[in-house]
């Protein structure tokens, strides 16, 4: 079954609706006593006027001539390129810096020896120092595979 849009026309405007969808090859049938099924390329087409306070499928139309009423004013000047930006006032800029709650300053945990002074484990083959037993036979296996 094909899809079809559901559309309940405005009150002041159902006989006219009614007039074109009888008009339409093959004719828009209807749904309930105040709905029709319209296929989705006719309602592509229809006048503006018919829809204008409709309900479609089941949300009030919104007339794309309303979204452009309420669209911003495009902006009086064009922007040239290697021209500079106009100024903007201190209030539009954020603060540099935000504290967060919970972000106080907290000391960086101390890193394990890893080579070097304080390793407690050395590899066997090289004499390498290493600050964990993982990170020794870890550097064996690839440093060292002939090794075993």
């Known amino acids: 079954m094909p899809m079809l849009i559901t559309v309940q026309p405005a009150r002041d405007v159902r006989v006219q609706f009614a007039t074109w969808a009888v008009r339409q090859t093959p004719k828009v049938r209807t749904c309930s006593p105040t709905a029709f099924a319209v296929p989705p390329d006719l309602f592509t087409h229809m ?6 306070g409709s309900i479609v499928d089941g949300h009030p139309y919104r007339s794309p001539l309303e ?22 006032l201190e209030e539009a800029y954020g603060p540099d810096a935000v504290e967060l709650p919970g972000s106080e300053q907290r000391p960086a945990p101390a890193a394990a020896p890893s080579e070097g002074e304080g390793a407690a484990f050395t590899c066997d083959v090289c004499l390498r120092p290493f600050g964990t037993v993982r ?14």
Do not use: K, N, S, Y
Request: no cysteine; hydrophobic share 25%.
């Open 67 to 88: 979204d452009e009423a309420l669209a911003p004013a495009p902006q009086e000047r064009t922007p040239v390129p290697g021209e500079p930006q106009p100024e903007l």
């Open 47 to 52: 006048p503006e006027e018919l829809l204008v």
């Open 135 to 148: 990170g020794r036979d870890t550097h064996r296996r690839q440093a060292h595979p002939e090794v075993d």
